[in-house]
């Protein structure tokens, strides 16, 4: 007759592995989720991460509720980080965070101590295209002008997006784009570009254009020199793209990493090491509400600019390839993004 210790130990056992066998739709029923959102409460990110749990919870399980908790800081890597390293590891807990986070160890940032390779990615609504456009009066009509003429460019900081993306393109294009800083947000280097403070701004996103300034485009305010991201956009096919202009395989493989968070969009996650039953389930329900005809009406109506999704497969492959690219290619990338 067994002992009492072993006959414990025993439906301990059993116990635990009917836990685990546990049908994810029934784990998920009635629990509350997490959503922990990288950017403050308002802005584009957390517009979109609110309206997608509204009708994320139908697609997951019953009684399922969404909980939004915003965790801005540093970019996007503060809560890139607590999903890597703090969140729990059931499933309960998900990510929508700014596309440049995953790559910002790429790039050898020292706060992003974090490997990206190993997020559970659930999906992406959309990818981005991003855009160097000047002011018509500014006399920079295209980009002949722009590799010949001084063009002053709006931007944040040293480090941010819009000085990168500004060296890029004066690295692989040849352009005389020049940086000047201050400006807190696009909203404001906006306004910089219709006083005529400064001639331009190197990464306006078409979506973020098309919602925030259509006007510019409807009067003619506004001069598409040349366009970056993962396929050209067909709204503007006649505007060029920077890969059409190179023919050096080094250069090829630069914009190839340097554009990868456009490609990326806007991710979805889950930690590393969630049981892979549930990472099925939930890539699975996040796909399904970005194709919910409800949800991409309000994304409409929201002005969210959603264009072509990005599956878990594809995000992965992104973020996998990015990763391998050459060493010299990567010290090329990394002294354009720290000078």
């Known amino acids: 007759m067994p002992s009492r210790s072993l006959l414990a130990l025993s439906c301990f056992a059993i116990s635990l592995s009917a ?14 989720i997490s959503m922990v959102i990288s ?17 994320l919870p139908k697609h997951i399980a019953p009684q399922v509720t969404i909980t939004i908790r915003n965790m801005p800081g540093a970019g996007g890597i503060v809560a890139t980080k607590y999903l890597y390293s703090v969140a729990p590891k059931d499933g309960l807990t998900m990510g929508g965070v700014q596309n440049n986070t995953p790559f910002e160890p790429l790039l050898g940032t020292k706060e992003a101590d974090y490997d990206a390779r190993n997020f559970n990615w659930l999906g992406s609504p959309s990818y981005e295209t991003g855009l160097l456009a000047t002011m018509t009066a500014s006399g920079v009509r295209n980009l002949d002008d722009a590799r010949i003429k001084t063009v002053t460019v709006a931007s944040s900081g040293a480090n941010s997006t819009p000085s990168f993306y500004a060296r890029l393109l004066n690295e692989l294009l040849k352009t005389k784009l020049k940086i000047v800083v201050g ?43 040349v366009q970056y991201g993962p396929q050209k956009e067909p709204a503007i096919a006649d505007v060029p793209s920077v890969a059409e202009q190179l023919s050096n395989q080094d250069d090829l493989l630069l914009l190839r990493a340097a554009i990868a968070p456009l ?34 009406d309000e994304a409409t109506t929201l002005k969210l600019g959603l264009n ?32």
Do not use: C, H
Not at 39 to 55: E, F, H, I, P
Not at 312 to 327: E, G, L
């Open 19 to 32: 836990a685990q066998a546990q049908e994810p739709v029934n784990f998920y029923t009635g629990k509350s």
């Open 183 to 225: 400006y807190p947000g696009q909203t404001e280097s906006f306004l910089a570009m219709e006083r005529g403070e400064v001639d331009g701004y190197p990464s306006i996103f078409w979506n973020s254009l098309t919602s925030t300034r259509p006007e510019w485009l409807r009067d003619k305010k506004i001069n598409l020199i």
């Open 308 to 339: 072509e999704a990005r599956s878990p497969a594809d995000m992965k492959t992104i973020v996998d390839d990015a990763y391998a690219t050459p060493p010299a290619i990567i010290e090329r990338l990394r002294k354009i993004a720290q000078e």
């Open 39 to 55: 950017s403050s409460a308002g802005g584009g990110y957390d517009t979109l991460a609110r309206a997608l749990a509204r009708y």
């Open 263 to 296: 490609a990326l969009g806007r991710p979805f996650l889950l930690p590393p090491n969630v049981p892979a039953d549930r990472v099925a389930f939930m890539q699975k329900a996040v796909m399904e509400t970005i194709g919910d005809p409800e949800f991409q």
